[in-house]
Structures are given as C-alpha cells and as structure tokens.
C-alpha cells in the first residue's frame, strides 16, 4: 500500500548539502512537516525558510554532530516525543579515499561513528517508537557500495555494506507490521563527498554520475512504494546486478582498478 506523507513528519540527517537537502526538498514538495539535522545550522535555517514559504509546512532544525558518540542521544532528545516522527531518513555520512591503512584513525573512528553507529543507534530508537504504533518508514542511505569490497575506501565501503545488510534485515523482521526499513544505494553523486572524502573522481566515474536531485526523488518514491531496495540510474542497476555473476576476488581487483 503507498505511504502517504501529508501531514507525516520526517526526520532527515545530513540535511545541510547534497543528497539529504534534496530529500527533503522532494519530502516537503509531497507535504511531509520536517526536523532536519545537521552540523551546519545556517544553512539548515536557509533551507527551512526556502521549504515553509514553498510548501506551507512545518521545519523544525537541529544542530547535531553524529560523529560524536553522544550525537544520536542529543538528537534524540532534541525531537522531543519520539512518537512524532513517521519517517527517519538515515542520510548524514562521509567517504574516506585512500590508503586504507595509513589513513589517521581518529578520522576513520569518527567515520565509522557517523556511518554506522549512529545509523543503528537512531534506527533502533525510532523504529521501536514506530513498531508500538504499527506505521512507520526509514530510508537508510547506503551506496552502490555496499554490494562489494571497495580498494581504496576499504573502511567506507564497509560502514555501507553494514547499513545495506541492517535495512535488509530489519525490513524481513518488520514484516508483520507497517514498519518498513528500505536501502537507497546511490551511485557516484554529483554532491560534496568526493571533495570531502580526498578524492577525484576517474572519467568513467563522472560520466555515469548522477544529479542529487534525481537520487532523491528515487529515495522518496522508495519510501512511499515500499521498494525494499532501490539503485538510481540504469549504468547503476546494471553494474550491481551484474556483479552477482562475478567472483568475490574479482569484484574486489574491479573494484580497485575504478576506485584507486
Ligand atoms: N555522493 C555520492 O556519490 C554518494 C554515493 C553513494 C552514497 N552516498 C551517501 O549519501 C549520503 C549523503 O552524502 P552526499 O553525497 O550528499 O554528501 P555531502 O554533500 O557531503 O553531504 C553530507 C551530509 O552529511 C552531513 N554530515 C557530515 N558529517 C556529519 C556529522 N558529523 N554529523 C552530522 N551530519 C554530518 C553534512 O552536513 P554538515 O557538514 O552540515 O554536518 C551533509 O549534510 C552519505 O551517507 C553518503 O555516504 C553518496
């Protein structure tokens, strides 16, 4: 059955840039009201000035660093009356490019935080909250890499192939009730990660790379059909589909020769 989202409210992480900015652009255009978490608070207050005067509808922002092992406890309690959120869009995250052993492990820790603690810490809090009532939808943002070992972001590759296996499994379990937890595996992005995560992209990379706005739209149709899985753009589909066919060595040398 579709999941309408007038007059729902939905939380979104990472909601300052990229992917989760248009998420909720794409969620406020289809009525849902709206908490939006971030680190960068003015930009989050821009934002909700743009969504309320276009939309009509209610934003509230949340500064949060989920990087920070307290992060998900304090934007927990800075929703208030966890019973008031219908859709948690689990989007805040970061890449990390490069030597996988040498990278500084405080930066790889606090990857690993954001990417994956924080994501289930969020996920258990508010899907509890949604179980009791018997409605609720969570798009966990993974990657097109979470399907294979990824040389080159090695411990990235890792923190989404967590939330992708997560999503997948919590979905089966939820299957009783009108609870659903769903994956959306973008590929390459055209957003800030990149930059952020200390890499440039390869030609083949920039040429299947997708506009932010269409992942999003992709991430919001998943939430009201219910798709368990979706994977944004054709050359995408293809490529994880594809690689079922393909040892796990190979996928790893594949990998290493696109990514590195
Ligand atoms: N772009 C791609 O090619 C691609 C592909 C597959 C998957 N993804 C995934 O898509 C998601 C969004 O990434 P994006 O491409 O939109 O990148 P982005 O433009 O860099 O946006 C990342 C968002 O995460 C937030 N964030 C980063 N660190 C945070 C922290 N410590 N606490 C709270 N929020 C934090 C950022 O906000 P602040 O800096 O204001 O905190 C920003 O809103 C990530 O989970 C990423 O892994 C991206």
């Not at 954001?114 to 966990?140: C, D, I, P, Y």
């Not at 973008?186 to 995560?197: K, L, R």
Request: net charge positive.
């Amino acid at each position: 059955m579709r999941f309408e989202l007038g007059g729902r409210r939905a939380l979104v992480t990472g909601a300052s840039a990229g992917i989760g900015l248009e998420i909720a652009r794409e969620l406020a255009a289809r009525g849902a009201h709206l908490t939006l978490a971030a680190r960068r608070l003015e930009r989050l207050h821009e934002l909700s000035g743009e969504l309320q005067a276009a939309h009509g509808v209610e934003v509230n922002v949340v500064q949060a660093d989920l990087a920070q092992p307290d992060g998900p406890r304090k934007l927990i309690a800075s929703c208030g009356d966890a019973a008031t959120i219908d859709v948690l869009v689990n989007n805040a995250g970061v890449g990390m490019h490069g030597d996988g052993v040498g990278h500084a492990w405080d930066r790889e820790r606090d990857m690993i935080q954001l990417n994956v603690v924080a994501v289930a810490e969020l996920t258990k809090h508010f899907v509890g909250r949604m179980r009791e009532r018997g409605s609720g939808r969570v798009l966990q943002v993974a990657s097109t890499a979470s399907f294979l070992p990824c040389p080159g972001y090695a411990a990235y590759g890792a923190t989404k192939a967590f939330v992708l296996h997560h999503a997948e499994a919590l979905d089966e379990e939820l299957r009783a009730c009108d609870v659903r937890v769903l994956a959306l595996c973008p590929g390459s992005t055209n957003t800030d990660f990149f930059e952020i995560s200390g890499n440039v992209r390869g030609r083949a990379q920039v040429a299947t790379s997708l506009d932010p706005v269409k992942v999003a739209r992709a991430g919001v149709d998943a939430i009201q059909r219910g798709r368990r899985v979706t994977v944004p753009g054709l050359a995408n589909k293809f490529t994880t589909a594809g690689l079922r066919l393909i040892p796990r060595r190979l996928q790893a040398t594949l990998a290493r020769i696109v990514l590195e």
